[in-house]
């Protein structure tokens, strides 16, 4: 498969992205092939059989492995710096995934109270009907963690930077607090990427993605990954995966794998434009407050200097106007995108309260601070005049 071995944890994140576990058949192919097969066949009864009973290594059928799906997960767990990494159907299957694993009746997760809307019925709406309890914090608040804490706690999870307030949840600081606690931390490392944060390096014991924003980057397909230690992740994640089946297609795998090449190059414009955004809004009449890392007033701003490589491309801002004067921008606007999604070359634009985060409902929105006025950028890599200009007039 790869010919590099180890020196690939070695290299930086964009040679990583580029040539870490490269896939090449015999045909001597530069890029890598979509193996478009659901089985693969053996040469002989007792091949089978050693192929069955796990004695030799090689492919069975693609619900358990394919090579262009195994790629993507090897390369993107060297980025992680991570031993293994199973890929997903979509970054909800991967959460699903990683809690049907897990999780047994009577544990709990404390998580944080900022986290995508979907996350937050998965857990509540489903789980819960397993006996699983949930109970959620303050992502900065770290004496809420640590109060929060149960002596049935079994799993820690948090995005950072969140998703729309882009708050910083200080990873080593909770990894900490699950380790004296007994029990494992998650990052959703969605936000920001490998490129830019390593949870695991921090401390975290298993990261999540939805690989459908940045690690494809082009808005193309729906994907995500469990990434973590052999045991857990390699062994019994993959296990329910084989089981259950919510697995990754070749052809967006291939994707994904495609996507991982400009990663890094990616994520640094995309904070960068993000940057001068941010800057630029801060100084703009109608704007009320704006929530990105980057700017030296964000609360967790030396935290994120700390923990990560980079601020990433979301910009977050309240309006003075209300959610009238939110829905007057976003409808002012001609080269944005109006579309919930994020981590695309494209600029899109949102108003979470009543799309990303419709489903919280109105009660835990107001706790989470996410008001009728908020406005969510996801800074593509259009030039940023361009995206400047064309916020302007719905500003004015
Ligand atoms: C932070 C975060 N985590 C997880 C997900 C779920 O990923 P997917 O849509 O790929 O299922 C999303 C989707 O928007 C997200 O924003």
């Known amino acids: 498969m790869s010919r590099h071995g180890n020196s690939s944890k070695r290299w930086g994140a964009a040679t990583q992205g580029i040539r870490s576990a490269e896939l090449r058949t015999n045909l001597r192919e530069h890029s890598p092939a979509i193996f478009a097969t659901s089985s693969y066949v053996y040469d002989s009864a007792e091949h089978a059989a050693a192929l069955f009973a796990e004695q030799v290594p090689g492919y069975i059928y693609s619900r ?64 819960t009907k397993f006996g699983v309890q949930f109970s959620y914090v303050d992502p900065c608040d770290l004496k809420a963690w640590r109060t929060g804490v149960r002596k049935n706690t079994r799993l820690l999870f948090a995005e950072t930077p969140t998703n729309p307030l882009c708050e910083i949840v200080d990873i080593a600081a909770l990894a900490d607090i699950a380790r004296k606690a007994g029990a494992l931390l998650c990052i959703d490392n969605c936000f920001l990427t490998p490129a830019l944060q390593q949870p695991l390096r921090l401390g975290a014991d298993l990261v999540i993605h939805s690989a459908t924003k940045y690690l494809d980057g082009q808005g193309r397909c729906v994907g995500g990954a469990i990434v973590g230690d052999k045991t857990r992740v390699g062994r019994d994640v993959f296990a329910f995966m084989r089981t259950a089946g919510p697995c990754l297609s070749p052809f967006n795998a291939w994707i994904f794998l495609k996507g991982l090449e400009t990663l890094a190059l990616r994520m640094t414009a995309h904070s960068d434009n993000a940057q001068i955004l941010a800057e630029w809004l801060v100084r703009q009449k109608a704007v009320k407050r704006v929530y990105f890392p980057g700017l030296p007033d964000h609360p967790q701003h030396d935290l994120a200097l700390k923990q990560s490589k980079g601020f990433g491309g979301i910009v977050s801002f309240d309006l003075k106007g209300g959610k009238k004067a939110a829905f007057r921008l976003i409808n002012a606007t001609r080269l944005l995108s109006i579309t919930a999604n994020l981590g695309d070359t494209r600029s899109t634009i949102t108003h979470p309260a009543s799309t990303t985060h419709h489903r919280m409902g109105a009660a835990a929105r107001a706790r989470a601070g996410i008001g009728d006025s908020l406005v969510r950028v996801a800074v593509g890599l259009e030039n940023v005049d361009d995206i400047i200009a064309d916020l302007e007039p719905g500003l004015r």
């Open 64 to 127: 358990f492995t394919n090579p262009t799906v195994q790629a993507f997960e090897r390369r993107l767990a060297i980025m992680e710096g991570a031993d293994a990494c199973v890929a997903t159907a979509s970054g909800m299957a991967a959460e699903l995934s990683l809690l049907f694993t897990l999780l047994k009746r009577g544990d709990h997760v404390l998580a944080s109270r900022t986290l995508f809307g979907s996350t937050i019925s998965l857990f509540n709406n489903y789980f």
